[in-house]
């Protein structure tokens, strides 16, 4: 950690005071990540736990359990594909929410399509320096904010149904399964892209390539997320260059 | 008994209520950890929460819309019980969520989707697509709190160096899957070029005018831009 408040450039038409100020070290420490560890723990065990009721209550009220075999291959195929995330997803996201947004972002997934570009809006809107401590705790608040929202929308989704969806013109409903997720990733790319201009070619390129060459999901993203930042690394300890305020 | 009468039966609500009440109160607890320390040594006020507020909620409801349309086809394959004790603090995404399934089925020796596709086959999935996520809570759980020391070891508190390897790491992940579907071609190349230049001209636009709550709006208004300029420009074929 570093210590004490931290000064920055100022940032224009935010809502930040001139002249950037951190919140104080000890404060942060204490009355914040403390708390924030303690019931993190605890509540990621809980729904790590709470990831068993389904089948127990399957076998309870209806005797019905799967057997060893069937769980064991399925257990084998889906891990092969989840593994790679589970070690990749955090390390790589980390920077952008720190130790709150982590918790909840494994807690309640859909990072890279909601959480993460909620906790960069937030960010943005507040005009706070990433990688600060109020970077963190406002990146923090987009994705509580994401998760409330989350949750009363699926339920309305799956109350409803079909009715909602069905209610929308056909060209609508393509549009929205089509070209959504798509214009997510261009949208947050071109946020962060007038933060770092010098990153954004080299970071296509990186991820581009590998691409092109058909190489797997879990290979591609590391090699996207390290490269990029090696050569941000190289860049900023060579020539001094770091992304502008805000 | 027909699997997909007991896929929507009250106990797989019940248990998917249970992890969303977990999911929600962890939220609220750290929501109000952050508000409270802002206000106290952050030097905000409610107004600029408001705010801060305000641009999450815009900026979600476009992904939570777009995850709606998707579940549909967990709805329609599974049931609307499956889909919300997944999908209300599901681990994975929709997309994922719809291997995983596949995966059980074929470990089950069945195909999802099709009539092969039993309640052996369901009991299958869920344990497998529930249990198989855990890695990601309990990761969270065990080594959340050696991430930031590992960070600040390599920053050495230079916060110069820590908006480095945000904006990095940020544009390394969104640059992957921008590129990923920009690879594609057709539509949704136009949709990641078109949000990325909406984007990128909007919150440009704020600076411009010193109009900060255009930022709240920015991604929302980008999201939505770049998908109708998709779909006008390439129509409903990808």
């Given at each position: ?246 | ?191 990641v070029l078109a949000g990325a230049i909406l984007s990128a001209f909007l919150f440009k636009l704020a600076d411009w005018i010193h109009l900060p709550r255009l930022k709240e709006w920015a991604l929302g208004i980008a999201m939505f831009g770049g998908m109708m300029i998709a779909y006008l420009v390439h129509g409903g074929s990808q």
């Amino acid at each position: 950690m570093s210590t004490g408040a931290v000064v920055s450039k100022p940032t224009a038409g935010t809502a930040e005071p001139a002249a950037f100020v951190d919140i104080p070290v000890g404060p942060y420490e204490t009355e914040y990540l403390k708390p924030v560890h303690r019931v993190g723990v605890i509540t990621t065990l809980a729904i790590s736990a709470a990831m068993f009721l389904p089948a127990i209550l399957l076998y309870l009220i209806y005797g019905v359990a799967a057997p060893w075999d069937a769980i064991l291959a399925g257990m084998g195929l889906a891990l092969t594909y989840a593994v790679p995330f589970f070690i990749i997803e955090p390390i790589s996201y980390y920077p952008i929410y720190g130790d709150a947004g982590n918790y909840m972002a494994m807690t309640t997934g859909n990072v890279s399509n909601l959480r993460l570009p909620c906790a960069a809006v937030a960010q943005a809107v507040a005009g706070v320096p990433e990688g600060t401590r109020k970077g963190a705790i406002i990146g923090m608040i987009g994705i509580a904010v994401s998760v409330f929202v989350g949750l009363i929308g699926v339920f309305i989704g799956a109350v409803a149904g079909g009715a909602i969806t069905s209610s929308f013109p056909v060209w609508l409903t393509d549009a929205f399964k089509l070209y959504l997720l798509p214009a997510v990733w261009g949208a947050v790319f071109g946020q962060f892209a007038l933060r770092g201009p010098y990153y954004v070619l080299p970071a296509l390129l990186i991820a581009g390539i590998p691409l092109l060459l058909k190489w797997p999901g879990y290979v591609v993203i590391p090699l996207a997320v390290f490269g990029t930042l090696a050569l941000a690394y190289f860049l900023y300890k060579k020539f001094n260059l770091a992304p502008k305020a805000g | 008994m027909d699997w997909k009468f007991i896929a929507n039966q009250p106990w797989l609500w019940i248990a998917g209520l249970i992890q969303a009440s977990i999911g929600a109160f962890q939220a609220w607890y750290f929501f109000r950890l952050g508000t409270r320390l802002l206000e106290k040594h952050g030097n905000y006020h409610r107004k600029e929460v408001g705010g801060i507020v305000r641009g999450a909620v815009i900026t979600s409801i476009g992904p939570i819309l777009a995850e709606i349309f998707v579940m549909l086809a967990l709805i329609i394959a599974i049931s609307p019980a499956y889909a919300w004790q997944r999908e209300g603090v599901g681990v994975g995404s929709v997309f994922t969520e719809l291997v995983q399934v596949s995966n059980a089925a074929v470990g089950a020796g069945q195909e999802f989707g099709t009539e092969s596709f039993n309640m052996m086959g369901f009991a299958t999935a869920m344990v497998v697509v529930n249990v198989s996520c855990i890695g990601w809570s309990l990761g969270a759980a065990f080594f959340t709190r050696y991430l930031g020391t590992a960070r600040e070891k390599i920053s050495r508190g230079d916060t110069r160096l820590l908006a480095v390897i945000s904006v990095a790491a940020t544009l390394g992940i969104f640059g992957y899957y921008a590129a990923n579907e920009a690879n594609k071609g057709g539509g949704r190349e136009i949709a990641v070029l078109a949000g990325a230049i909406l984007s990128a001209f909007l919150f440009k636009l704020a600076d411009w005018i010193h109009l900060p709550r255009l930022k709240e709006w920015a991604l929302g208004i980008a999201m939505f831009g770049g998908m109708m300029i998709a779909y006008l420009v390439h129509g409903g074929s990808q």
